[in-house]
């Protein structure tokens, strides 16, 4: 048997969404499972050379969790997967992991809600890796919105054009939410919770004037710019004529630019990657 596990990148947060908005972006690892060839793991790509090769990966891990809650046991297998999301960089790489391993493991063993019912495959990834806001795009693609571990999906307008700007810096997760505070005050929640309401609108409507505005926030991003300074440099000056917003814990950024309006150069060593909004989730195929 041979399976082959899609899973796209996503950007969290999307400036005021903060912990409940997430959206799927066409860039995505692919992880394949061998059962008739020599049992071992290989990456290639992104993180290839310190990712785990003994079977403690993410998606090693979240198969054995899946087979281990239904009483099951896996055959040896080779894993080998192509990574293109970048590491540390506020994409979703560790959600991408856990939804990849969860839906493999669930195919593999027939259990048809895994493969069927794509909340269980959030829930279970969410479990594992413990950032919704990222397994939730990751499972169902599209723009997402979770509240109390429920998952609304909403499609987005074909206008709408995302460039992940991926800076030559790492800022891991851990670090990105230690720097924020416990509260916040009052006005500010107010001032988040109608901008995220304008974000799911602009987004679904494709209005990039709208979306300007909307991205705007006052919980997270300036905490965590303070954080890389050379990336709020690039954020401040994108932010005067761009929809742009710090992807998940950043340091990666992701712009929605116009037609018309061309990118500046974000400086050396920064990566500019074109990535549409992916409509659909985790895909596995047997190959």
Do not use: K
């Amino acid at each position: 048997m041979r399976l082959l596990a899609r899973v796209p990148a996503t950007s969290a947060n999307l400036g005021p969404g903060f912990d409940c908005f997430g959206l799927a972006l066409d860039l995505c690892n692919e992880v394949t499972v061998d059962t008739e060839a020599e049992p071992g793991v290989r990456w290639e790509g992104e993180g290839a050379d310190e990712l785990p090769t003994d079977g403690t990966d993410l998606v090693s891990s979240a198969m054995r969790m899946v087979a281990e809650g239904n009483r099951e046991e896996f055959h040896p297998f080779h894993l080998h997967g192509v990574n293109r999301i970048p590491l540390e960089r506020g994409l979703g790489s560790s959600a991408a992991a856990a939804v990849a391993g969860v839906a493999l493991a669930g195919f593999w063993l027939r259990v048809a809600d895994q493969v069927d019912r794509r909340e269980l495959i959030f829930d279970a990834a969410t479990q594992i890796e413990g950032h919704p806001d990222n397994a939730a795009p990751a499972a169902y693609g599209g723009l997402t919105v979770i509240a109390d571990g429920h998952v609304r999906r909403f499609d987005v307008a074909a206008a709408i054009a995302p460039v992940v700007l991926v800076p030559p810096i790492r800022l891991s997760t851990e670090r990105a939410r230690a720097a924020l505070s416990e509260e916040v005050p009052r006005r500010d929640a107010v001032y988040n919770v109608a901008h995220g309401a304008l974000v799911v609108h602009a987004l679904a409507a494709g209005d990039l004037d709208l979306l300007r505005v909307a991205l705007h926030d006052r919980l997270h991003q300036a905490v965590r710019l303070a954080l890389v300074p050379a990336v709020r440099e690039v954020f401040e000056e994108l932010a005067r004529s761009e929809p742009v917003c710090v992807s998940g814990a950043g340091p990666s950024l992701v712009v929605f630019p116009s037609p018309r309006s061309p990118l500046p150069d974000p400086g050396e060593g920064w990566r500019v990657l074109r990535v549409p909004v992916r409509a659909t989730g985790v895909e596995i195929l047997e190959v």
